[in-house]
């Protein structure tokens, strides 16, 4: 019988120590890697890519339950489209301020997107709404194969080990962290007559934190509720968010930034180049409407411009409705 991985699902093996998969012994769970980021937060990166992933999200059955997980911070739903039987779940409301109202989030899916069964916005930190997409969970999954999908840092496996210590019997946890390809392959879970399938997190191809070091990755991330940045712009103004892009903007209105209270960000005058021969990205916004720099931050505009946006690093950006 194969033994596979209980942490990422990857299949182990004891001949090479420098693949994926190794343990000392057989009668070890976890394998090297999954042991050494669980106990000493060192993260290897793995050779394996999008194409790989994407593979085995291809053979997920039409007729499954797809437990489709999104961190409201991106509110990410390209993948959406790919299933029939889909529950979204908006997953890190406790990073949000408690202000944020989940009906006019969930207003704004129902508004734009069509291909699901239900919505349920959670924060598995908190246990927030768990018992109601515990719920639904059983309700859509009823005699189904469920599988749990999303982006890498949308907080899929999180959730699932909470759901596990929550609700099954047992205390085996999948492994988590902030960085991408931590699960590599399905793993398979049983809680009471439902099989969960966890499933490797999905790649955003221009996600900046394909470009940074784990050390980053951590700084960039929130892990506690965050204090928006609010600016007052007048004509032309620049700002520096951290070392991580530049926005460009020449209008006149309050913006709100969103992102981990760890970064700064600082105006700057026009004749500062600090990022000018880097990539360059035009934007036009409406009236009300959110830019979100994925896995970084989030900017709430509340008049219609045209913004430049410069970076480093490939990024990719995100329009939405103001969603607080």
């Known amino acids: 019988m194969i033994r596979k991985c209980i942490g990422c699902g990857i299949e182990l093996q004891s ?9 000392q ?27 790989d992933f994407q593979k085995i999200i291809d053979t997920i059955p039409a ?3 797809v437990i489709y997980v999104t961190s409201l911070l991106n509110l990410n739903l390209d993948y959406l489209y790919k299933f029939k039987n889909v529950l979204i779940v908006l997953t890190k409301k406790d990073l949000l301020p408690k202000s944020t109202k989940d009906y006019k989030i969930i207003n704004y899916i129902k508004k734009n997107y069509h291909n699901y069964l239900d919505i349920e916005v959670i924060s598995s930190i908190r246990n927030y709404n768990l018992d109601n997409l515990f719920k639904k969970i059983k309700k859509y999954g009823n005699r189904k194969s469920i ?14 080990n909470k ?20 699960t590599l392959n399905i793993i398979n879970i049983k809680i ?44 032309e103004t620049s700002l520096l968010i951290d070392k991580y892009i530049r926005l460009d903007t020449h209008i006149n209105d309050n913006i709100a ?3 981990s209270n760890n970064l700064k960000i600082i105006k700057v005058g026009k004749d500062n180049q600090k990022f000018k021969n880097n990539y360059k990205y035009s934007v036009t916004i409406q009236k009300n409407q959110d830019i979100v720099i994925e896995d970084l931050c989030f ?3 509340q008049k219609e411009a045209d913004i430049e946006i410069y970076s480093p690093y490939q990024i990719n950006i995100l329009k939405r409705d103001n969603l607080i």
């Open 15 to 23: 001949e090479n120590k420098d693949k994926i998969g190794f343990v």
């Open 25 to 51: 012994n057989e009668k070890q769970e976890l394998c090297e890697r999954c042991f050494k980021l669980k106990n000493y937060g060192e993260y290897q990166p793995v050779n394996l890519n999008n194409n």
């Open 63 to 65: 007729n499954s339950l």
């Open 147 to 160: 599988y749990f999908v999303g982006l890498t840092n949308s907080g899929k496996s999180t959730l699932i």
């Open 163 to 182: 759901i596990i210590k929550n609700y099954a019997d047992n205390n085996k946890e999948i492994t988590t962290s902030l960085y991408p390809s931590t």
């Open 192 to 235: 009471g007559n439902l099989k969960i399938i966890d499933t490797p997190g999905l790649l955003g191809e221009k996600s900046i934190i394909n470009s940074l070091t784990s050390n980053e990755i951590k700084r960039i991330t929130p892990k506690k509720e965050i204090k928006p940045r609010n600016y007052q712009l007048k004509g």
């Open 257 to 259: 930034v969103f992102l």
């Open 299 to 301: 900017i709430k505009f």
